[in-house]
């Protein structure tokens, strides 16, 4: 009998022989999850120092990297200089033994061909020593050559010589799908002709390393400093950190490049770094795995910036939303070092990017069905529909699981592999986010469009005066068709149709399909103002580019249910209101400032019905009915990816109580507020601000009392039991669990009927 034939190797060309902790550790994590997905061999190739070729050097790049000449003179500290030389060439002894032991660098095989070549992570793409053409994709041992979260480091295209970009550009164009993990990486792949880029992040977070088991370490009460050697050497960086350290009693302990001023120098393996890092009080670092290293274990730490490292470290934490981590002034240290960190939410996102990681890279290595194109896994996918429109042979369609969230699905007769699909989804994960530059409370001129909407009418104002200046709107609009409901996103100019898209509507809109008409309308120069979701807008600024015609304005979403659970419980209401529902509105001003929904009857009558009463209402405003991804959203914060955002102005009697008090802002429940967030939004505003009345306000006040400018929506154990009581026995099922957690049949409609009959005499 024949024995089956060794596969192909599977190789990584990477940093794996820099003597660094980063470099070993993200080709360790690299390398592991190859094999998990890769039943053949997985060896590492090396650089091909012959490929290189020459490049201006970057005249921007501060000399970061110091030397011994930074050290204090003195004898003592000659003394001590000779120690720490002694326990640094220790120090890279083990990390040499474990790119023998645990990387098997002794074992590369350099003369065979290989089933696939990986290229990254780390600092792949930059030029220190000249442009290397293997690292950019030319490797001539396989047919098949892709990235993982590459990146240039400090490198930029323009220093390319004329005569070598033409080479640079066709080893590019090898890569059969390119990763990086930075922005600076993704303009420098754009800038050499690769558009259509993913990004990742450092395989360290999201390989098995946060499985791996702790060792204890024989120091208590310490602050850990990772940074190159001799890098944290002003006076003003020791001695904060000296401060902070004996404020609180802890010893200054260095790993990784030695700092003279520190009260140990420890010299260990790669592992063993991830064990001090998981013990340490505080970590304060200025090194991009320092970084990685510290979410990893999930400590309190700061980065202090550096011109040499800032794109990717600034990248890296803009991905995380921690940017907030980074130290520009010494003085800060303190505030950064105590500020919490949110490490569920963390946690949440890194689970979420370890699914999309193990998704691109089997579709790189050419495996699973195409159903793989699309990261259609419940943590990713918003159902944002983008890909429905982007397919250019109408193979997707957004299919219904079990209890109505929508989601991807691809006809296989139909697929050609393009992967249009996919390079759209990575181009609308990957779109810049900003800090607002303005913020203000607002509410619409017009009276009688704010009574119609549900706060303060700042959308449906701006929608009447850019259909006035010859422009279109887009908004979700919910009708009850045949005794279903269906919400849509709808384009129009017709300014009857801003009482369709007024009013919050607390489910998924399909917003893929207005796609198609605010392409065309934008195209023929209107300008188009898009009300959505943040992951709607996200999906229509990818699609379109983001074109100087196209206004979008986000809402501050709490997250979305889908349709199919309103559409039942409107049923069972029905029954309960003695009628068929003709229209349905989730916040109706005549019941004052309380959240108060409206249910139109075909027979002409009208019901006000409080929240509270309500089982879907209740509990999407508990978060237990939303989509998967609305608990790991990334848009939920005070960095937006929208022109403008609009939402509630909680709190706003506390924010701004004098002018309140004083009448120079109108005593009222409705407002709203309005954040600024791009040079575009803000030429919009100012365009049509004779639409609304404004009142400046700052962008950290409106975030105060507004908890998803903050963070995602929380999730609980109660989701699980709301989706099993539906699947078990349909809406009817989660009816029956909401009446009997609030008191049973006879207590429950003693109150529903009390506030049906106290909300509708009230508005006789």
Known sequence: ?????????????????????????????????????????????????????????????????????????????????????????????????????????????????????????????????????????????????????????????????????????????????????DRATQEYAAALGSTQVQRHLDPVLVGDLFLRRHRRVPIQKYLLVYAYGYRIRTDEEIGAIKAFAKQRGLKTVAVGGSQFWCDLYLPMSPMRVLDYFHHADFVVTDTFHGAVFSVLEQRPFAVLQRQGNRGKITGLLEDLSLTDRLVSDSKDLETVLTRPIDYDRIEALLRQERERTKMYLKQALGQGDVSALLPAVPHTCTGCGACVYACPQEAIRMQEDEFGFVYPAIDETLCVRCGCCTKLCAQRENLEKHLPVQAHAAFGADEKTVRNSASGGVFASLAESTMAHGGMAAGAVMTIENGEVQVRHILSENPEDILLMQGSKYVHSQAWHSYGSVAQAVQTGKTVLFSGTPCQVAAVKALLDDPEKLVTMDIVCHGVPPVRLLDGFLKTMEKRLGGKIRAFRFRDKTGGKAYCAKFEMHNGRSFL????????????????????????????????????????????????????????????????????????????????????????????????????????????????????????????????????????????????????????????
């Open 1 to 181: 009998m024949k024995e089956p034939k060794e596969k192909k190797p599977l190789a990584i060309v990477s940093m794996q022989r820099v003597v660094n902790f980063g470099s070993v550790l993200q080709a360790y994590s690299l390398r592991t999850l190859l094999k998990e997905l890769y039943d053949g061999p997985v060896c590492f190739l090396d650089i091909d120092e012959k490929t290189r070729v020459p490049v201006r050097e970057n005249a921007e790049e501060e000399a970061d990297y110091a030397s011994e000449a930074h050290y204090p003179p003195g004898l003592l500290q000659k003394a001590k200089r000779w120690s720490i030389t002694r326990l640094s060439s220790c120090n890279k002894r083990l990390i040499r033994r474990f790119m023998t032991r645990e990387l098997g660098l002794d074992e590369t095989r350099k003369n065979e061909t290989y089933e696939a070549v990986v290229v990254g992570s780390d600092e792949v793409f930059n030029h220190k020593g000249g442009l290397c053409l293997q690292l950019h994709g030319d490797v001539p041992q396989t047919e098949r050559v892709f990235t993982y979260a590459a990146s240039c480091g400090s490198a930029k295209a323009e220093n390319i010589p004329q005569e070598a970009l033409a080479q640079v550009k066709a080893a590019m164009a090898r890569f059969s799908a390119l990763s990086v993990r």
């Open 609 to 764: 019905l409080k929240s509270n009463q309500l089982s879907f209402y209740k509990y999407f405003l508990q978060s237990h009915i939303c989509r998967e991804n609305c608990y790991n959203c990334p848009y939920a914060g005070l960095s937006r990816v929208s022109d403008l955002t609009v939402g509630d102005y909680w709190g706003i009697e506390k924010r701004h109580e004098a002018e309140l008090a004083n009448g120079t802002m109108p005593k009222r429940a409705d407002w709203s507020a309005i954040l600024v967030n791009t040079e575009k939004g803000r030429r919009f505003l100012k365009a049509h601000e004779d639409a609304l009345c404004l009142w400046a306000s700052e962008p950290y006040l409106v975030a105060q009392d507004n908890a998803q400018l903050n963070a995602p929506c929380g999730k609980s154990s109660k989701r699980k039991e709301i989706l099993s009581q539906y699947a078990a026995g349909g809406y009817k099922a989660v009816e029956r669990g909401f009446i009997k957690e609030n008191g049973g049949y006879l207590r429950y409609f003693k109150r529903f009927t009390k506030d049906l009959y106290q909300n509708n005499k009230q508005r006789k």
